[in-house]
Each structure stands twice: as structure tokens, then as C-alpha cells.
């Protein structure tokens, strides 16, 4: 069972879906199976496999037998923003840890909710807050990302990006970047990073399912990682930017709803586990593990929440409305330090605690 803690931009409406993580093992299986042309072991302990681009798992989709990669998108999300480090903005992530001992070679890729109305969406970011959440049981994960979606409520189709702690796929409880997608609602197809067919990698530096450091710590520095989803206009390709990084893309032949845009953007955390709605609680925490009354250096965030529509204009997003499933359990704050400045959507909690027993 998922339990959502969202920041939504939304036109319509999507039930909670059940199948999501049953399907990684067997995928995880069908994926060591593709040969590596260089292998580099990072010094945080992680093996990353370099595959020939073309023989990656993605091109073992029944649509993509005949796909020609597309190695960069034909436009930008748009135009990079430039901070400084203060009180209120978080150090930008720009390289993962395996990078230092080595880099895939060229021709080789890496394999190791708010509510808003009315939209079209082509595009999606946000500056995800990274953190290691104080605690993630073994049968459940804990995540903090960006969902696009289309389609009905029984039947939709979703691109998902962001952190997640998930030690049933990854064998450890480290933050680690990740993509997902489903066209049926997590029923039969889909899965995590590239453990199925589906997401193509281009990048050579940023590898799926690396992890992702450093991590922000209560009441010092504070970290986060730029997301970015937007739509190629001109192929129907899904593309994926961590960081300044092209990840990779979607192939628009995944998908029926999102062939031309998303109907639905949310920002936000998402704890999985089968013990949510019922006693006792599950004690798998969100974000930091702290209540999103707390705000910064406490709590989890996302900020530089943009959306990009048939305008083609970066905007923020006009109408917005908060949710989470269990207000006892976990929380949401949609904070503006002073009205010209950059809202903060903070979200997380503990869990299991004396409210939510």
C-alpha cells in the first residue's frame, strides 16, 4: 500500500495504486543479464556497469525494437537559474560519487501533492531537498520526487522521478536517484530506473540508482538536486534532466495519454508499506523524519516549483491546493518566508508516533 504526501497541480483525479513494487524483483533479474564493457567501483562502495548504449534494457521493449536513439532533446526546458548560497537555499548536487574513479566511455550509458486546474502540461521541475530518512524498514521505501501524469483514475499513465531509500530494490537504506513509469497504473507494466524496458539512458555521468551525496542534516547545510521532466515537441519523447545532466528519456511510444501532454504535476514524498492505514503504524518516516511545521533545515522541501504548458512559458503554477493521506502520520507546509520570495513546499513526518499509533 502507498501512502502519498503530494504537492499537486491537478485536472482530474487518480485513486492510490497497489502493484508498484511487486514487480522490481523479476525485473531486477532481466537486468543483470546485459554484458559490461568497463566496470567502475566507486569508493562509496557501489559497482557501476558501463552497457553499450543500444543493448541497454529499454530496447527490449516490444515498441522499441526499431527505435532510433535520440541523444539530446531538440528543445530546452529553459533557461538555468543562478543562486547564492544563504540562508533559505540549498547547495546544488552536480556529480554523484561514482564519477570520481572513472566515467562510462562514449557510446556506453551507467546502469547500476499542492493541486492546480486547468493545465496542459509539457514540462516539470523542482529543487528536491535531499536527505536520508532516519528510518526505512526493509519491506517498505521512502521517496521524494516529481510525478507527471495522464489518463483516468483507474487507468493512468505516469513519469516519476526524484530520491528514494528503498532497500528491497537496492540491498542498503542510502538516498539514491531513480526514475519510475507505468501506462497502466503500476498494474503489469513499468518499473524502477532500468530494471524493465522502457527509459532510455543517454548520460555518461549521472548514473540511475547511484547514490546520491551529500545528504542535508538537521540545522547545517542544506542539499538538493534539480529535477526537470519535459516534453521533445518534435519527437513525443518524455526527456529527464538531473542536475544540469541529461538523464535520458521516455519514448513517446510508451504511452497513449502522455503522447502530448500530462493532465497532472505533483511535487512531493511518498512512503510505500504495508502497514499505512492500519494499527500498528508502519515507523518508516518521510523526508527528514520531521513535521513540515518545522521548515528549513528540519524539514523536507521542494522549491523553484516551475510548470511548463501549451504557453511554452516557465511559470509557477497559478492554483494550488495541498494533501496527504495521513495527517497524523506525516505532513505538508506550503511556506513563503516574505511575499516576494521563493515558496518553500515543505512535507515529511516520523511516521508511527502517539498520534498516528
Known amino acids: ?59 527490449d521493449h516490444q515498441a522499441l525494437k526499431n527505435h532510433k536513439i535520440q541523444m539530446k532533446p531538440s528543445v530546452e526546458f529553459g533557461t538555468k537559474k543562478t543562486t547564492t548560497k544563504k540562508n533559505g537555499s540549498s547547495e546544488p548536487i552536480t556529480s554523484q560519487i561514482w564519477s ?40 517498505d521505501y521512502s521517496s521524494s520526487q516529481i510525478w507527471l501524469l495522464a489518463g483516468l483514475s483507474a487507468d493512468f499513465e505516469s513519469i516519476e ?106 511535487w512531493g514524498g511518498e512512503v510505500y508499506s504495508p502497514n499505512v492505514f492500519k494499527k500498528p503504524h508502519t515507523i518508516t518516516s518521510m523526508g527528514s523524519g520531521q513535521w513540515a511545521s518545522y521548515l528549513w533545515a528540519e524539514a523536507s522541501f521542494h522549491t523553484n516549483i516551475r510548470i511548463k504548458d501549451y504557453s511554452l512559458q516557465i511559470k509557477y503554477p497559478k492554483y494550488l491546493s495541498e494533501y496527504s493521506d495521513e495527517n497524523d502520520c506525516y505532513s505538508t507546509k506550503l511556506h513563503r518566508k516574505t511575499y516576494m520570495s521563493e515558496p518553500h513546499f515543505y512535507f515529511g513526518g516520523p511516521g508511527k508516533n502517539r498520534f498516528c499509533p
Open 100 to 139: 570520481k574513479s572513472g566515467n562510462c566511455p562514449i557510446g556506453t550509458i551507467p546502469e547500476a501533492v499542492l493541486i492546480a486546474l486547468g493545465y496542459n502540461f509539457v514540462g516539470a521541475q523542482s529543487d528536491i531537498n535531499v536527505w536520508n530518512p532516519p528510518r526505512v524498514q526493509a519491506s
Open 1 to 59: 500500500m502507498r501512502l502519498f504526501l503530494l504537492f499537486v497541480i491537478l485536472c482530474g483525479f487518480y485513486n492510490v495504486a497497489y502493484g508498484k513494487v511487486s514487480l522490481h524483483i523479476d525485473m531486477k533479474l532481466k537486468a543483470l543479464n546485459k554484458p559490461a564493457l568497463k566496470t567502475i567501483k566507486s569508493e562509496d562502495g557501489d559497482i557501476i556497469d558501463c552497457i553499450d548504449i543500444y543493448k541497454q534494457h529499454a530496447f
Open 161 to 266: 522521478a526524484g530520491w528514494v531509500v528503498n532497500p528491497s530494490v537496492f540491498g542498503d537504506s542510502r538516498t539514491r536517484l531513480f526514475t519510475y513509469w507505468t501506462k497502466d497504473s503500476y498494474t503489469k507494466t513499468g518499473c524502477i530506473n532500468l530494471l524493465c524496458a522502457g527509459f532510455v539512458q543517454t548520460s555518461t555521468k549521472f548514473a540511475l540508482g547511484a547514490a546520491v551525496e551529500p545528504v542535508s542534516s538537521t540545522s547545517r547545510d542544506q542539499y538538493s538536486i534539480t529535477v526537470t521532466m519535459f516534453l521533445d515537441p518534435n519527437t513525443g519523447n518524455w526527456w529527464l534532466t538531473c542536475a544540469d545532466n541529461v538523464m535520458g528519456y521516455w519514448p513517446g511510444k510508451l504511452f497513449s495519454y502522455l503522447q502530448h501532454s500530462a493532465t497532472a504535476v505533483q
